[in-house]
Antibody, heavy 119, light 110 residues
Framework: EVQLLEAGGRLGTAGGSLRLSCAASGFTFRSYAMSWVRQTPGKALEWVSTITGSSANTYYTDSVKGRFSISRDNSKDILFLQMNNLRAEDTAVYYC????????????WGQGTLVTVSS | QSMLTQPPSVSAAPGQRVTLSCSGSNSNIGNNLVSWYQQLPGAAPRLLIYENNQRPSGIPDRFSGSRSGTSATLGITGLQTGDEADYYCGTWDSSLSAPVFGGGTKLTVL
């Protein structure tokens, strides 16, 4: 059974940093591209970032480029999201997900972790 | 503002059939594959439909998807109270080079 378990969400301050993690199990982690998708307080879903299985390629939505960094440890089956220079608009529930197809749909989702940024 | 447009809410009676719409443009739905997600209250989103009309294993055939031009539709037959949820469409946007989502439709089964 595929399981994705996020951690690291908490109350942060504008300009500060947070690091999210996502522990994966039940599948061959290194064989799959992974993404972070966030859900705002208004319930909108927004793709944040994707990393290929080998970490060779990473992709980001424009609003987080230069501030967020996605990475993975295939020896421990963990996905990370380093979030720097936080802004109030980064407040959201962050989900890690297995991304499939042409990186255009999200096959499995974790339960999410809440990031709140206070200004 | 979402790239894909969904009606904020839809309601229907148990046992009925309902269709949820998702409208986009040539840069997204018109030239790319569509997916649908169900988010039950308090839960994470779950993939319902991928590649316009494919169901992952475990998704009942009461759920169906279709695409025509720059719009897509999710159909649900034999509505159950357990189908009350938010439903989101998603696709790739070629102009943004990124996956995008609709704003979601809240389905009420009354």
């Amino acid at each position: 059974e595929v399981q994705l378990l996020e951690a690291g969400g908490r109350l942060g301050t504008a300009g500060g940093s947070l690091r999210l993690s996502c522990a994966a199990s039940g599948f061959t982690f290194r064989s799959y591209a992974m993404s972070w998708v966030r859900q705002t307080p208004g319930k909108a879903l927004e793709w944040v970032s994707t990393i290929t299985g080998s970490s060779a390629n990473t992709y980001y939505t424009d609003s987080v480029k230069g501030r967020f960094s996605i990475s993975r440890d295939n020896s421990k089956d963990i996905l990370f999201l380093q979030m720097n220079n936080l802004r109030a608009e980064d407040t959201a529930v962050y989900y890690c997900a297995i991304v499939s197809g042409l990186y255009d749909y999200f096959e499995y989702w974790g339960q999410g972790t809440l990031v709140t940024v206070s200004s | 503002q979402s790239m894909l447009t969904q009606p904020p809410s839809v309601s229907a009676a148990p046992g009925q059939r309902v269709t949820l719409s998702c409208s986009g443009s040539n840069s997204n739905i018109g030239n790319n594959l569509v997916s649908w997600y169900q988010q039950l209250p308090g839960a994470a989103p779950r993939l319902l439909i991928y590649e316009n009309n494919q169901r992952p294993s475990g998704i009942p055939d009461r759920f169906s998807g279709s695409r025509s031009g720059t719009s897509a539709t999710l159909g649900i037959t034999g509505l159950q109270t357990g189908d009350e949820a938010d439903y989101y469409c998603g696709t790739w946007d070629s102009s943004l080079s990124a996956p995008v989502f609709g704003g979601g439709t809240k389905l009420t089964v009354l």
